[in-house]
């Protein structure tokens, strides 16, 4: 009996083995991956370029590798947004306004390869703005320090247009620093400040920052409101506002302070506070990237006046 | 006999999972019949030398005509019946057809048709975030030969596009379009009152081109006072009502917009196609309501309560022209019958409404004496003195008013619904303020 079993185990082992050996082998099929250099797609990502596909290629593209999607795509911002695409007379001087006053005066400063390098490579362009349910506008986001979504394009005016107005600057520097802000990201995550700069403001950063003026901002040693969101966008809010606004403007912001915040902040120690970040700022700018921010600085606000003054 | 049984099974399984014959039902992949649907499309939208119709109606109910002509290059010609810009100079923007879910049209950069969906509500008289709910990304429905059907994406506007004959797009082209949005300038009227006259007949009218609506106003012989509200669209004609209107004998179904008078503000129009007419400003109703004013007047007053105003005073196309709005902390004008007594004079009050920390407050106002009604239905007001302190800051919005106010000719009053009216300045009709209950 017992040799009865062996050898019916035994035969058991053989056939399932036979049978993986089938299933393995059986199904061998020669699956012929066609011609891979003609890939249909979908169809649709491809049009006849116009002067402002040829201007992008030329002025961004080839030489920085930015892409800019002008071209309406849905796929590329928020499914439940009212939005429209630009008008096309908008998107060159848009372009060429963030090339003379973001990669220019970096490149000046810093040279072609620190820029190559490190800008982010996906820029996309709405006309209109991008209304929040709480009644506020968007007017920029960024993902990743790869992708920079501008909107309200159609209200782009700088000086020397039939249309501009003083209050058309505002756009134009909330242009400036959406694109300095992410910028500042995209440096701080290729190399950290120190941690000092985190130290300066313990214990204030807040996801409340939204329910906060700009001015109680500024009276606890912010810079902005959204400044009080964490330290990172503390760093670079101090980046992209004392780019934008220059040296006289930042000397103008923290000088103005006055009075004492709901948290007991006094004036003094706001200033204090706004100082010190400024210097970390300045110095992370010269240790890690050997750029002089005030030279950068300088510059920066000298491109944005000639295009709203 | 179990092991057996799943052998078997196993044996079967292998065999039947083996079939090697994945040959499509289609001769193509997806990917190329997709790209094949598209060229096809794209033949079909190009194939239309005079270019295509399109009637869109807009979510909120708003009916805009257009003209598209699309070429090879991905290139779109555009003319439309927003405006007298957009009616009489064609925009060249670029569109491609691309597969989404559906094979779609999309109009990838701005031209007039974006105007309408813009969220932002200057472009197009709609709300902010919203525009006037329309679209310019379609998803293809139907193609035949002299038509495609098109459902947009994202607000579902259902639109056909027609293929245009030479005579539909020479009627762009030579300015037929951009004369029909002559009833644009009637914008220019500074007047309140915008009479609609031909031959015995006269109605007031308030135009909007952005929400396509003209609304009648007039007074019947019993003296009862009428208000309809039509919707119109455009055609190169001129402009046609979707509801005929009808007032006893007389119907109105379309106005064909002649010239323009830029001197006299003046629109020479044919009323249903045929009769001479015009359209100018008028400094009194057509026919006035003689009771409206002893009606708004006691209305608030039996109730001791008041009528309100969120703008003040608008004055020669400007609103809010003393700037009320700008006083500091303000909430709104307020005009409260017979307020309260003095010296023997029960005066009415018209006060101005201020936000304080917890709650609204009447901090000062201009005083009247009972208000004098005329029999050519006029209310007038006269000073009588100010209540509480004006704030220095607020003099001037303050003054401005109350001068306003006391104009010697007085106000008609214009029954606008069931608890509002607009009082007009008598005067030259250029003045009014909006009452609300």
Partial sequence: ?309 | MRSQLAYCLLVILSFCSCRKDDKSVFDLSPDERINQALSKYQAALTAAPNGWEARITTGTGSIFNFHFKFNDGNRVVTYADIDTTSSGTSRESSYRLKALQQPSLIFDTYTYLHMLADPDGTVNGGDNGAGLQSDFEFAIDTVTADSIKLTGRYNKTKVTLYKATPTQEAAWQNGDWRKALNFQYLGRILQYFKRLSWGANAYDITFNNQQRTIIFAWVDNSGNPHRVTAHFYYTSQGLFLVTPFTDGAVTITSLNSGSWNAGSNTLQVQVNGATQGAIAGAIRPARIDLQAPRRWWQFAGQQDSYWASNNGFHVNGVDDAFHVRSIENFAFLIFWPAYGRQSGIIYDLLGYIIVKPDALSLDFGSAYIPPTFTTDGRIIFREFGTLGDVPPAATAAFESTNTQMTEARGYYLVQTGATTYDMVSAKDALAWITWEY
């Avoid at chain 1, 059986?26 to 890939?39: F, P, Q, R, S, T």
């Avoid at chain 1, 000092?196 to 939204?210: A, E, H, L, M, P």
């Avoid at chain 1, 966008?233 to 101090?238: R, S």
């Fill in chain 1, 1 to 309: 009996m017992m040799t009865l079993k062996d050898n019916t185990q035994m035969k058991h082992i053989l056939l399932a083995g036979a049978f993986l050996l089938c299933l393995l082998t059986a199904c061998k099929k020669d699956d012929d991956l066609g011609d891979i250099d003609n890939i249909p797609g979908l169809g649709g990502d491809t049009w006849t370029p116009g002067p402002i596909d040829n201007w992008i290629k030329d002025s961004l593209t080839v030489p920085y590798n930015i892409a800019v999607k002008y071209k309406w795509d849905q796929g590329e911002l928020e499914l439940n947004r009212t939005l429209v695409p630009p008008k096309e007379e908008k998107i060159i001087p848009v372009l060429s306004s963030i090339k003379k006053v973001w990669i220019s005066n970096y490149v000046a400063e810093a040279g072609e390869i620190f820029m190559k390098r490190l800008c982010p490579k996906f820029f996309v362009l709405v006309g209109s703005a991008s209304y929040n349910p709480d009644g506020t506008i968007t007017l920029g986001t960024a993902e990743g320090g790869r992708r920079i979504v501008l909107y309200v394009l159609n209200d782009f005016r700088i000086k020397g247009m039939s249309d501009y107005t003083p209050s058309d600057s505002n756009n134009v520097k909330m242009l400036f620093h959406t694109i300095e802000h992410e910028f500042g990201h995209i440096l701080h995550q290729n190399v950290l400040y120190t941690p000092d700069f985190k130290r300066i403001s313990v214990g204030r950063y807040t996801s409340n920052w939204n329910n906060v003026s700009d001015e109680t901002a500024h009276q606890d040693g912010f810079i902005s409101a959204y400044a009080m969101s964490a330290p990172d966008e503390d760093f670079v809010e101090m980046i992209s506002i004392m780019l934008t606004e220059g040296k006289a403007g930042f000397d103008n912001l923290v000088n103005s302070i006055t009075g004492t915040s709901p948290n007991g902040t006094t004036a003094d120690v706001a200033k204090d506070k706004l100082r010190q970040k400024e210097t970390i700022v300045v110095n992370y700018f010269n240790d890690t990237w050997h750029i002089n921010f005030y030279n950068l600085q300088a510059r920066t606000r000298a491109s944005i006046v000639a295009l709203i003054k």
